[in-house]
Nanobody, 121 residues
Framework: SQLVESGGGLVQPGGSLRLSCAASGFTLNTYSVKWFHQAPGKEREGVACISNTFGPARYEDSVKGRFTISRDNAKNAVLLQMNNLKPEDRGVYYC???????????????WGQGTQVTVSS
């Protein structure tokens, strides 16, 4: 069982990227999935989470209105649409899956390997 992220790359400020977190070996829509951002030299921080229970998606303040998390159940994946990207959004993005409803970082059962996002002109 594993998670695999894809979709990272180089984009200019104001541009968009769509990240994908695809699961194999388990059904992702029975798990909460959170996207984490790790900027260079900083700790990993959660930016968006979609729960396996009822309720709206949750976003960190700095990405509200710019990022959208959603499920693609046909592909057993979770997407992160990132619009109006800023230089401070650069770093490695990880997805993680947990059985609980968007728990703290230490309670995730599966982690992907990360995908690099670079925002630069």
């Amino acid at each position: 069982s594993q998670l695999v992220e894809s979709g990272g790359g180089l984009v200019q400020p104001g541009g968009s990227l769509r990240l994908s977190c695809a699961a194999s070996g388990f059904t992702l829509n029975t798990y909460s999935v959170k996207w984490f951002h790790q900027a260079p030299g900083k700790e990993r921080e959660g930016v968006a989470c979609i729960s396996n229970t009822f309720g709206p998606a949750r976003y960190e303040d700095s990405v509200k209105g710019r990022f959208t998390i959603s499920r693609d159940n046909a592909k057993n994946a979770v997407l992160l649409q990132m619009n109006n990207l800023k230089p401070e959004d650069r770093g490695v993005y990880y997805c993680a899956a947990a059985l609980g409803p968007c728990p703290p970082i230490n309670q995730y059962d599966y982690w992907g390997q990360g995908t690099q996002v670079t925002v630069s002109s």
